[in-house]
Antibody
Framework: QVQLVQSGAEARKPGASVKLSCTTS????????IHWLRRAPGQGLEWMGW????????EYARKFQGRVTMTRDTSISTAYMELRSLTSYDTAVYYC???????????WGQGTLVTVSS | EIVLTQSPGTLSLSPGLRVSLSCWTS???????IAWYQQKPGQAPRLLIY???TRATGIPDRFSGSGSGTDFTLTISRLEPEDSAVYFC?????????FGPGTKVEIK
Protein backbone atom coordinates (compact mmCIF):
# COMPACT_ATOMS: atom_id res chain seq x y z
CA GLN A 1 0.00 0.00 0.00
CA VAL A 2 1.07 3.56 -0.63
CA GLN A 3 2.72 5.13 2.40
CA LEU A 4 4.45 8.42 3.10
CA VAL A 5 6.09 8.39 6.51
CA GLN A 6 7.45 11.63 7.90
CA SER A 7 10.11 12.25 10.50
CA GLY A 8 9.27 13.10 14.07
CA ALA A 9 8.39 16.32 15.80
CA GLU A 10 11.02 19.05 16.01
CA ALA A 11 11.57 22.01 18.32
CA ARG A 12 13.75 24.94 17.26
CA LYS A 13 14.67 28.38 18.45
CA PRO A 14 14.02 31.44 16.27
CA GLY A 15 16.64 31.85 13.59
CA ALA A 16 17.42 28.14 13.40
CA SER A 17 16.78 25.69 10.57
CA VAL A 18 14.91 22.42 10.36
CA LYS A 19 15.12 19.59 7.85
CA LEU A 20 12.20 17.17 7.56
CA SER A 21 12.05 13.88 5.73
CA CYS A 22 9.30 12.01 3.93
CA THR A 23 10.01 8.34 3.20
CA THR A 24 7.76 6.72 0.62
CA SER A 25 6.85 3.14 -0.17
CA UNK A 26 4.28 1.12 -2.06
CA UNK A 27 4.63 2.94 -5.39
CA UNK A 28 7.22 4.08 -7.91
CA UNK A 29 8.95 7.06 -6.30
CA UNK A 30 9.97 8.44 -9.69
CA UNK A 31 6.40 8.64 -10.91
CA UNK A 32 5.07 11.28 -8.57
CA UNK A 33 6.17 14.75 -7.50
CA ILE A 34 6.40 15.33 -3.77
CA HIS A 35 4.68 18.47 -2.54
CA TRP A 36 5.18 20.06 0.85
CA LEU A 37 2.37 21.88 2.65
CA ARG A 38 1.77 23.14 6.15
CA ARG A 39 -1.03 24.03 8.52
CA ALA A 40 -0.35 26.51 11.30
CA PRO A 41 -2.52 26.48 14.44
CA GLY A 42 -5.93 27.94 13.71
CA GLN A 43 -5.03 28.46 10.06
CA GLY A 44 -5.75 26.74 6.77
CA LEU A 45 -3.55 24.68 4.50
CA GLU A 46 -0.62 26.42 2.81
CA TRP A 47 1.23 25.04 -0.19
CA MET A 48 5.01 25.45 0.01
CA GLY A 49 6.38 23.84 -3.13
CA TRP A 50 7.35 20.60 -4.86
CA UNK A 51 10.32 18.52 -5.86
CA UNK A 52 10.56 16.46 -9.04
CA UNK A 53 11.81 13.02 -8.00
CA UNK A 54 13.54 12.36 -11.33
CA UNK A 55 15.36 15.62 -12.05
CA UNK A 56 15.44 17.09 -8.57
CA UNK A 57 13.92 20.24 -10.01
CA UNK A 58 11.85 22.34 -7.66
CA GLU A 59 9.23 25.05 -7.52
CA TYR A 60 8.64 27.06 -4.39
CA ALA A 61 5.84 29.36 -3.34
CA ARG A 62 7.08 32.93 -3.55
CA LYS A 63 6.59 33.36 0.18
CA PHE A 64 9.27 30.73 0.93
CA GLN A 65 11.78 31.42 -1.83
CA GLY A 66 15.25 31.95 -0.43
CA ARG A 67 14.37 30.21 2.81
CA VAL A 68 13.35 26.72 1.72
CA THR A 69 15.13 23.89 -0.06
CA MET A 70 13.44 20.70 -1.23
CA THR A 71 15.57 17.73 -2.21
CA ARG A 72 15.24 14.00 -2.72
CA ASP A 73 17.27 10.82 -2.47
CA THR A 74 15.98 8.39 -5.06
CA SER A 75 18.05 5.52 -3.63
CA ILE A 76 15.87 5.47 -0.53
CA SER A 77 12.66 6.96 -2.00
CA THR A 78 12.81 9.88 0.39
CA ALA A 79 12.14 13.58 0.01
CA TYR A 80 13.42 16.34 2.25
CA MET A 81 12.35 19.87 3.07
CA GLU A 82 14.68 22.29 4.82
CA LEU A 83 13.34 25.58 6.15
CA ARG A 84 15.75 28.22 7.42
CA SER A 85 15.56 31.41 9.48
CA LEU A 86 12.63 30.08 11.45
CA THR A 87 10.26 32.39 13.31
CA SER A 88 7.29 31.68 15.55
CA TYR A 89 5.08 32.01 12.47
CA ASP A 90 6.64 28.82 11.14
CA THR A 91 5.15 26.81 13.99
CA ALA A 92 2.92 24.38 12.13
CA VAL A 93 2.30 20.81 11.13
CA TYR A 94 4.19 20.14 7.91
CA TYR A 95 2.94 17.57 5.43
CA CYS A 96 4.38 15.90 2.40
CA UNK A 97 2.02 14.61 -0.27
CA UNK A 98 2.41 12.89 -3.61
CA UNK A 99 1.06 14.33 -6.83
CA UNK A 100 0.78 12.71 -10.25
CA UNK A 101 1.03 15.17 -13.10
CA UNK A 102 -1.61 17.90 -12.96
CA UNK A 103 -3.53 16.18 -10.20
CA UNK A 104 -4.29 16.94 -6.56
CA UNK A 105 -2.50 15.48 -3.54
CA UNK A 106 -3.83 11.94 -3.32
CA UNK A 107 -1.71 10.47 -0.53
CA TRP A 108 -0.33 12.42 2.41
CA GLY A 109 2.23 11.84 5.11
CA GLN A 110 1.05 11.83 8.70
CA GLY A 111 2.52 15.27 9.34
CA THR A 112 5.43 16.61 11.39
CA LEU A 113 4.92 19.21 14.09
CA VAL A 114 7.56 21.92 14.08
CA THR A 115 7.52 24.23 17.08
CA VAL A 116 9.56 27.43 17.00
CA SER A 117 9.94 29.10 20.37
CA SER A 118 12.60 30.86 22.36
CA GLU B 1 -2.33 34.20 -7.06
CA ILE B 2 -5.80 32.68 -7.13
CA VAL B 3 -7.60 33.34 -3.84
CA LEU B 4 -10.23 30.88 -2.62
CA THR B 5 -13.08 31.82 -0.29
CA GLN B 6 -15.29 29.33 1.53
CA SER B 7 -18.67 29.70 3.16
CA PRO B 8 -19.90 29.19 5.77
CA GLY B 9 -17.08 29.18 8.28
CA THR B 10 -18.73 26.74 10.65
CA LEU B 11 -21.82 24.55 10.51
CA SER B 12 -23.49 22.57 13.27
CA LEU B 13 -26.00 20.06 11.94
CA SER B 14 -27.82 16.88 12.88
CA PRO B 15 -27.07 13.50 11.31
CA GLY B 16 -29.07 12.61 8.23
CA LEU B 17 -29.28 16.13 6.89
CA ARG B 18 -27.99 17.35 3.54
CA VAL B 19 -25.36 20.10 3.51
CA SER B 20 -23.74 22.14 0.76
CA LEU B 21 -20.39 23.85 1.23
CA SER B 22 -19.41 26.69 -1.08
CA CYS B 23 -16.06 27.66 -2.53
CA TRP B 24 -15.38 30.67 -4.73
CA THR B 25 -12.23 31.41 -6.69
CA SER B 26 -10.96 34.92 -7.45
CA UNK B 27 -10.38 33.93 -11.08
CA UNK B 28 -12.01 31.43 -13.39
CA UNK B 29 -10.59 27.98 -12.78
CA UNK B 30 -11.07 25.12 -15.20
CA UNK B 31 -13.22 22.55 -13.43
CA UNK B 32 -10.51 19.94 -13.99
CA UNK B 33 -8.44 21.62 -11.30
CA ILE B 34 -10.69 21.91 -8.25
CA ALA B 35 -10.38 19.47 -5.34
CA TRP B 36 -11.95 19.04 -1.93
CA TYR B 37 -10.25 17.60 1.14
CA GLN B 38 -11.52 16.51 4.54
CA GLN B 39 -9.33 16.95 7.61
CA LYS B 40 -10.11 15.60 11.06
CA PRO B 41 -8.19 16.68 14.19
CA GLY B 42 -4.79 15.07 14.44
CA GLN B 43 -5.02 13.58 10.96
CA ALA B 44 -3.65 14.47 7.56
CA PRO B 45 -6.06 15.82 4.95
CA ARG B 46 -7.86 13.21 2.87
CA LEU B 47 -8.71 13.76 -0.78
CA LEU B 48 -12.48 13.56 -1.31
CA ILE B 49 -13.16 15.05 -4.74
CA TYR B 50 -10.98 16.03 -7.70
CA UNK B 51 -11.79 17.50 -11.07
CA UNK B 52 -14.72 19.28 -9.35
CA UNK B 53 -16.95 16.19 -9.29
CA THR B 54 -14.95 12.93 -9.32
CA ARG B 55 -14.85 11.04 -6.04
CA ALA B 56 -11.46 9.78 -4.95
CA THR B 57 -10.94 6.10 -4.29
CA GLY B 58 -12.99 4.80 -1.39
CA ILE B 59 -15.04 7.96 -0.87
CA PRO B 60 -18.74 7.23 -0.14
CA ASP B 61 -21.26 8.36 -2.70
CA ARG B 62 -22.94 10.67 -0.21
CA PHE B 63 -20.12 13.08 -1.10
CA SER B 64 -20.52 14.90 -4.40
CA GLY B 65 -19.01 17.95 -6.06
CA SER B 66 -20.24 20.39 -8.65
CA GLY B 67 -19.62 23.81 -10.09
CA SER B 68 -17.83 25.74 -12.76
CA GLY B 69 -16.10 29.02 -13.43
CA THR B 70 -15.57 30.61 -10.04
CA ASP B 71 -18.30 28.87 -8.04
CA PHE B 72 -17.92 25.34 -6.68
CA THR B 73 -19.84 23.22 -4.20
CA LEU B 74 -19.27 20.13 -2.07
CA THR B 75 -22.49 18.40 -1.04
CA ILE B 76 -22.86 15.78 1.66
CA SER B 77 -26.24 14.19 1.06
CA ARG B 78 -26.78 12.46 4.40
CA LEU B 79 -24.55 13.58 7.24
CA GLU B 80 -22.95 10.86 9.33
CA PRO B 81 -21.28 11.42 12.72
CA GLU B 82 -17.89 10.63 11.16
CA ASP B 83 -18.28 13.56 8.76
CA SER B 84 -17.37 15.96 11.54
CA ALA B 85 -14.27 17.66 10.12
CA VAL B 86 -12.89 20.70 8.34
CA TYR B 87 -13.39 20.75 4.58
CA PHE B 88 -10.98 22.58 2.29
CA CYS B 89 -11.26 23.37 -1.39
CA UNK B 90 -8.12 23.72 -3.51
CA UNK B 91 -7.23 24.90 -6.97
CA UNK B 92 -4.34 23.11 -8.66
CA UNK B 93 -4.61 24.89 -11.97
CA UNK B 94 -1.89 27.41 -11.37
CA UNK B 95 0.97 27.80 -8.93
CA UNK B 96 0.77 28.62 -6.07
CA UNK B 97 -1.76 25.84 -5.51
CA UNK B 98 -3.98 27.65 -3.08
CA PHE B 99 -6.59 26.47 -0.60
CA GLY B 100 -9.69 28.01 0.85
CA PRO B 101 -9.76 28.79 4.59
CA GLY B 102 -11.98 25.78 5.28
CA THR B 103 -15.49 25.07 6.54
CA LYS B 104 -15.80 23.33 9.89
CA VAL B 105 -18.70 20.89 10.03
CA GLU B 106 -19.85 19.81 13.46
CA ILE B 107 -22.37 16.99 13.92
CA LYS B 108 -24.77 17.50 16.80
Amino acid sequence: QVQLVQSGAEARKPGASVKLSCTTSGYSFSGYFIHWLRRAPGQGLEWMGWVNPISGGTEYARKFQGRVTMTRDTSISTAYMELRSLTSYDTAVYYCARVYGNSPCDYWGQGTLVTVSS
Amino acid sequence: EIVLTQSPGTLSLSPGLRVSLSCWTSQTVTSTYIAWYQQKPGQAPRLLIYGTSTRATGIPDRFSGSGSGTDFTLTISRLEPEDSAVYFCQQYSRSPFTFGPGTKVEIK
